[in-house]
């Protein structure tokens, strides 16, 4: 994928994330169900962070000296 889609998909899924679980504290949805969502769009997002975009190599971490 494209560093601008998955730029995009991870601001989508932030929110998803973010916003249920503002709605479930206030309310709005049930905690249950607020968290379910929550959880769902954070491991997606966490996969979608670990993606490099085409045409970049996987980063390494630097080696200590």
């Known amino acids: 994928m494209s560093k601008s ?3 995009t998909l991870s601001t989508i899924f932030g929110l ?7 709605l479930g504290s206030a309310g ?3 905690h249950s169900t607020a968290g379910t969502i929550g959880g769902i769009a954070t491991a997606i997002l966490g996969y ?4 490099p975009a ?6 390494t ?5």
Request: proline share 7%; charged share 5%.
């Open 54 to 59: 085409t045409g970049e190599q996987p980063q």
């Open 16 to 22: 998803i994330a973010g916003g249920s679980s503002l």
């Open 5 to 7: 889609t998955l730029n």
């Open 61 to 65: 971490p630097a080696t200590q000296k």
């Open 48 to 51: 979608l962070v670990q993606q």
């Open 28 to 30: 709005v949805i049930n």
